[in-house]
């Protein structure tokens, strides 16, 4: 598997992804408008690629504060157990080069983010305080 930073030249790549519902579509356009509107300083989307198809992606924000955003974070349910959203999530965290990282999500994903290292808050808010290490390339 192969996870790179998405480029506007990518955008569509999300499109491929979305499933058949009105809601996660309408994400997923939000997604790829991003994407096409090229780097904007904060905003990042990373993909997973097998065999040159993009299987899951992880969008989210670098703020100024060295907080890092996950926003969304998805994977194709063909492609679900394979440790894909950890890699990208890892991914995420490491190369922002953030010091902490708040994710907000739905109820049901409070196991899966606190076997990721985060505190879960409320149980929709999960806080992770990350190791990075200017020195570290």
Request: overall charge negative.
């Given at each position: 598997?192969?996870?790179r930073i998405l480029t506007p030249?990518?955008?569509?790549?999300i499109m491929e992804l979305a499933p058949d519902?009105?809601?996660m579509t309408s994400m997923f356009l939000s997604v790829?408008?991003?994407i096409k509107a090229?780097?904007?300083?904060i905003s990042y989307t990373y993909g997973a690629f097998i065999d040159g198809m993009i299987v899951g992606f992880i969008y989210g924000f670098v703020l100024p504060n060295k907080t890092l955003l996950p926003q969304y974070l998805y994977v194709d349910t063909n492609y679900r157990g394979q440790k894909i959203g950890k890699r990208l999530l890892e991914t995420f965290e490491k190369e922002s080069k953030c010091t902490c990282s708040i994710a907000y999500f739905e109820k049901g994903l409070c196991k899966y983010y606190s076997e990721q290292g985060y505190i879960i808050g409320n149980s929709v808010v999960a806080l992770k305080e990350l190791s990075y290490n200017p020195n570290e390339k």
């Open positions: 598997m192969d996870i030249d990518d955008y569509l790549l519902d009105e809601i790829a408008a991003a090229g780097f904007d300083g």
